[in-house]
C-alpha cells in the first residue's frame, strides 16, 4: 500500500510539474519554429483539468478505490488529446489552412507520465491498451486534425500505410526466418551441450554489432553477387534493399529465441521427462508431445522479444532502401520537419506497444495457472 501511495504521489507531482511547462507548440506552416503555448493560453478554465488528474490519481491508491488505478493512464491520455483538440481555437482563421499544433513539454509529459504510470501496474496490459482505444478515439473522430502529425497523414495517407506494411511485412519476416533457425539450434544446444557453446556465441557476436555496421558490412558483397549472377539480381538479391535487411533482422531476432527455446527446454521439470520415457516414447515424439508443450511460455517469450526487437530494428533498415515507417523519421531529418519525423515515431511507438502486449497476453494465457506469476497478472 505504501509503494502504490508513492507511487500516486509522485505520479501527481509530475503532472502538475509538466503542466506548468509549455504544452503545444504553435507554427504557421510545416517548416516554421513553433512558438510555445501554455495550456491556460488555450483556456483559463483548463488549468483545472491537471487538478482533477491529480487528485483521481492520488484517490486511486486509497484502499477502497484501488480499482480506480486501472484508468488512471487512459484518463491522463484523454485530457492531454482533449487540450490538444481544444487549441485549434487558438490558430488565427486566416492561417486555418497551413497552422497546425505541435507537442511541447508538456503534452509529451503527461503522455510519458501516463505510460510510466501503467507499466507499474500489474494489470499493465489492460491499463495500456486502454491509452491506445482512447488515443484511436481522438484521432478517429477528428479531434487531432490540428495536429502536426495528423496533418502530415491526411497529405501521405497512401504512402503510410504502404510503409505501415512493409514495416510489419519486414519484421514479421526476420523473426519467423530467425524462429526456424533458433528453435532447432536451441533444441540441439540442450541435447547436445557440445553445440551449445558455439550457438550461442555465434549468436552473441551478431548482437553486438551495431545495426547500421551490419546493414553496411553486407552492402559490398550483396551487390557483387548479384553483378555476378543476373539471376540473383531478377530474384531481388542486391545490396540494398530488403534482401540485407531481412539477414540482419533475422540475424538479431535469433539470440532471444535461440535463448528462450534452451531455457525454456532446461526447466523442465524432470518427472516430465522420466514419465514420457517410461511411456515408451521416441526421442522424438517426447520432443513434440511432451517438452515443446511445456516449454512453449518461455519460447513465445523469446519470440515476443525478438519480435519487438525487429519492429525498432527494421526502422533503421529505411537507409539502405527496405522502407518502413524510417523512410518518414529520415526523411523528416532530412527536411527539418519535426512533424514528418512524428509520423513515423508515434505509430512506431503504438505497434511496439500493442505488439509486447498483445503477445505477452498470449503469453500468460498458455502459461498452466500454477505457473503464472502474480506480476503478470492481466
Known amino acids: 500500500m505504501g509503494r502504490r501511495r508513492i507511487t500516486a504521489g509522485l505520479t501527481a507531482a509530475v503532472i502538475g510539474i509538466f503542466t506548468l511547462l509549455p504544452f503545444l507548440g504553435y507554427s504557421p506552416n510545416r517548416v516554421a519554429e513553433g512558438v510555445p503555448v501554455y495550456i491556460w493560453e488555450i483556456h483559463p478554465a483548463l488549468l483545472l483539468l491537471p487538478v482533477g488528474l491529480a487528485v483521481l490519481t492520488l484517490l486511486s491508491a486509497r484502499p477502497g478505490l484501488l480499482w480506480l488505478e486501472l484508468y488512471i493512464p487512459a484518463l491522463i491520455s484523454a485530457g492531454a488529446l482533449m487540450v490538444l483538440s481544444l487549441s485549434s481555437g487558438h490558430i488565427p482563421p486566416a492561417e486555418a489552412a497551413t497552422a497546425r499544433m505541435g507537442g511541447s513539454w508538456g503534452l509529451w509529459g503527461w503522455m510519458l507520465t501516463g505510460y510510466i504510470y501503467g507499466s507499474s501496474l500489474k494489470r499493465s496490459s489492460s491499463s495500456l491498451m486502454m491509452v491506445l482505444g482512447v488515443a484511436l478515439f481522438f484521432l478517429l473522430s477528428g479531434a487531432l486534425d490540428v495536429f502536426g502529425p495528423v496533418r502530415e497523414f491526411a497529405v501521405k495517407e497512401e504512402r503510410f500505410f504502404s510503409e505501415v506494411r512493409a514495416h510489419l511485412s519486414l519484421a514479421g519476416s526476420a523473426t519467423l526466418i530467425a524462429a526456424l533457425v533458433a528453435v532447432p539450434a536451441g533444441i540441439a544446444a540442450h541435447r547436445l551441450p557440445a553445440f551449445s557453446r558455439p550457438a550461442f556465441a555465434g549468436a552473441n557476436i551478431i548482437q553486438t554489432l551495431p545495426s547500421l555496421a551490419l546493414f553496411g558490412l553486407m552492402i559490398a558483397p550483396l551487390s557483387w553477387l548479384s553483378m555476378r549472377f543476373p539471376l540473383l539480381r531478377e530474384m531481388g538479391i542486391k545490396g540494398v534493399g530488403n534482401f540485407p535487411a531481412l539477414i540482419a533482422l533475422s540475424g538479431y531476432a535469433a539470440l532471444p529465441i535461440l535463448r528462450n527455446t534452451y531455457t525454456g527446454l532446461k526447466v523442465i521439470p524432470a518427472g516430465a521427462v522420466q514419465a514420457g520415457r517410461g511411456m515408451g516414447m521416441s526421442p522424438l515424439r517426447l520432443l513434440a508431445l511432451v517438452e515443446l508443450p511445456l516449454a512453449l511460455p518461455v519460447l513465445l517469450g523469446g519470440l515476443r522479444i525478438a519480435f519487438v526487437q525487429a519492429i525498432g530494428n527494421t526502422t533503421v533498415a529505411a537507409l539502405i532502401g527496405a522502407g518502413g515507417l524510417g523512410y518518414f523519421v529520415f526523411q ?44 503478470d497478472t492481466l
Open 332 to 375: 523528416g531529418l532530412g527536411q527539418a520537419a519535426p512533424d514528418l519525423i512524428l509520423l513515423g515515431v508515434v505509430p512506431l511507438i503504438a505497434i511496439t506497444v500493442a505488439a509486447d502486449k498483445g503477445l505477452k497476453l498470449l503469453e500468460y494465457l498458455l502459461t498452466p495457472k500454477p505457473f503464472r506469476r502474480e506480476n
